[in-house]
Nanobody, 127 residues
Framework: VQLQASGGGLVQPGDSLTLSCAAS????????IGWFRQAPGKEREGVSV????????YYADSVQGRFTISRDNAKNTVYLQMNSLKPEDTAVYYC?????????????????????WGQGTKVTVSR
C-alpha cells in the first residue's frame, strides 16, 4: 500500500482547500482511509475517515460541518475538502490506511491503528 498526500498550502482564515490522497491500485477497495493532522507541539489527531465497504464516514468534532471526505475509486484517490478554515487547522496533514477489521466508530481516530502512511502535506491558515 502506497499513499501520497498533496494539496497543502498557505490560506487565509475562512478560505477553502482540498487535500488529495493518491493510493496504490485497489487500496480503496480493501482499506479504510483516514486523514490525520499534527500541529507543532501537539499529538497527531484523527480528522476524518472513510470506510471502503459501505462508505461510512466519521469526523472529529473540531471539523464536523466544515470538512468533507470523499473518494474517487477510478482515480484511487481520497479527498479532504476543508471549508471555513481556521488558524487552529494549521498542521501537517497525513493520510493513512488500515484494514477495516481493525477499526470502528470509537477508535478510527487513533493513529496507532493505521499501518500505512503517506508523507505529510502542510496546511497553514494565517492572515
Amino acid at each position: 500500500v502506497q499513499l501520497q498526500a498533496s494539496g497543502g498550502g498557505l490560506v487565509q482564515p475562512g478560505d477553502s482547500l482540498t487535500l488529495s490522497c493518491a493510493a496504490s491500485e485497489r487500496t480503496l477497495d480493501y482499506y479504510a482511509i483516514g486523514w490525520f493532522r499534527q500541529a507543532p507541539g501537539k499529538e497527531r489527531e484523527g480528522v476524518s475517515v472513510m470506510f471502503s465497504n459501505n462508505g461510512r464516514t466519521y469526523y472529529a468534532d473540531s471539523v464536523q460541518g466544515r470538512f468533507t471526505i470523499s473518494r474517487d475509486n477510478a482515480k484511487n484517490t481520497v479527498y479532504l475538502q476543508m471549508n471555513s478554515l481556521k488558524p487552529e487547522d494549521t498542521a501537517v496533514y497525513y493520510c493513512a490506511a488500515d484494514s477495516e477489521d481493525d477499526l470502528n466508530d470509537r477508535i478510527w481516530g487513533a493513529w496507532a491503528f493505521y499501518d500505512y502512511w503517506g508523507q505529510g502535506t502542510k496546511v497553514t491558515v494565517s492572515r
